[in-house]
């Protein structure tokens, strides 16, 4: 079996845009993958980096996913040391690979990979409550997430919304007092609302300076936090510790580092008690099944950064099934509310999600089925490449 061609869809709509990429055999057998940018800057730069890339998969043999793997990494020049644009191309790359792979053999590639250690996988809601700005209507949003099954939530307490509805982290590293004071007003509030028995995690996004960031965790420490997010930028490794040091509340980290070195330096610093690989730009599936591994050395568990389409959920599902110290994985459930949003998949897990948690699939490959109607509208590039012996 050899790889023909590639194509590059750079799908926009409910506010994200996530970069797919579809690799096609000479045996009629397609996989997708996923470039994890689909929100911030960045998909029209991975997109040109998934078509700089795609010359050097013309004639290869996709089973070959580890070694293509190897040479995108060694010759890409600017992926050694990390870097979102090419750790998402290479992601998106590798897990179309499998993807072929898995539909090539008939199983799932969770199979491909030892097998799955867990036949459903614990998930959690996030994005429930983005469209307000005050603390009441705020923590009152956790009805709809609890009416559907969800007994874990996590949100950003210090994050607030423009006046045209967009969704605004921190700026310059800190906040005005009244401010500083709604954010933990709302965390109050929202443990209120949803009792002693919901897990709550609380995403700083490296928000805010040391002054602020240790009153707020002194605020938080009897509430029961499952864990805090990016207390400090992701690069302040001295600040990570420093930050443990200060708190009894576990510290998740992981969205923004890649490969296994990036995740090898936050571990060190004994500060970390949940990694947070995101499959689409950590370096793929298998990276992250030994980014996994390597965690596990350090008696850290995996909760999977997910926030771009269902594809990226299919994928990170399939990670949560094979590893055994999985936490659980990220959900976005409320996407589809947006009347824009492209639904790129005929079989999202999304809409399988009972009682908080998803089942592992048993369909080829990574399971997602799809939608190619949805998808076509935004397809940027088809290297048309031939095959060669």
């Known amino acids: 079996m050899k790889i023909t061609h590639v194509a590059i869809y750079r799908v926009e709509g409910g506010g994200l845009r996530p970069v797919l990429v579809e690799i096609s055999t000479d045996e009629g057998i397609t996989g997708f993958g996923e470039a994890g940018v689909a929100y911030g800057y960045g998909a029209a730069a991975v997109a040109g980096m998934l078509e700089d890339m795609a010359p050097h998969l013309a004639g290869r043999d996709p089973s070959h996913v580890r070694a293509i793997w190897q040479d995108l ?5 600017w992926a050694k040391g990390g870097g979102a644009i ?18 090539a053999v008939g199983v799932p590639v969770h199979e491909l990979l030892g097998g799955p250690v867990r036949s459903e996988v614990k998930v959690y809601a996030n994005g429930w409550n983005h469209e307000y700005d005050d603390v009441a209507k705020w923590a009152r949003a956790a009805a709809r997430p609890l009416k559907d099954g969800y007994r874990a939530l996590k949100c950003y307490p210090f994050a607030h919304e423009l006046p045209d509805g967009t969704f605004r982290h921190v700026s310059a590293r800190v906040v005005d007092d009244s401010r500083f004071h709604r954010a933990v007003e709302r965390v109050k509030a929202l443990r209120a609302e949803v009792g002693p028995e919901i897990e709550i995690m609380l995403d700083l996004s490296g928000g805010v300076c040391d002054d602020q960031l240790v009153r707020f965790l002194d605020v938080c420490r009897d509430l029961d936090i499952r864990w805090i997010e990016e207390p400090v930028d992701p690069f302040n490794l001295a600040g990570l510790a420093r930050t443990a040091a200060r708190t009894a509340i576990p510290i998740a980290v992981g969205e923004r580092v890649y490969g296994r070195a990036g995740f090898r330096n936050v571990l060190d610093t004994g500060a970390v008690s949940i990694v947070m690989p995101d499959i689409a730009n950590c370096g ?7 980014i996994a591994g ?17 594809l990226c959920s299919a994928a990170s599902l399939a990670l949560c099934a094979v590893i055994p110290n999985a936490m659980n994985l990220e959900i976005y459930p409320y996407f589809s509310d947006s009347n824009s949003y492209v639904q790129v998949l005929e079989n999202p897990l999304e809409r399988e999600i009972r009682g908080g948690v998803a089942g592992v699939s048993s369909a080829p490959g990574l399971g997602a089925i799809i939608d190619h109607k949805a998808i076509a509208p935004f397809k940027v590039f088809d290297s048309g490449a031939t095959a060669t012996a």
């Not at 290479?90 to 072929?100: F, H, M, N, P, Q």
């Not at 793929?284 to 030994?290: M, N, R």
């Not at 390597?294 to 269902?310: D, F, G, K, L, W």
């Open 294 to 310: 390597m965690a596990e050395t350090y008696n850290a568990r995996v909760s999977p950064h997910n926030c771009a389409s269902s």
């Open 284 to 290: 793929g599936l298998l990276e992250a099944v030994q």
């Open 73 to 77: 990494y060694d010759h890409s020049f």
């Open 86 to 103: 090419t750790f998402a191309a290479i992601s998106a790359i590798e897990l179309a690979l499998w993807d072929v792979k898995g539909k």
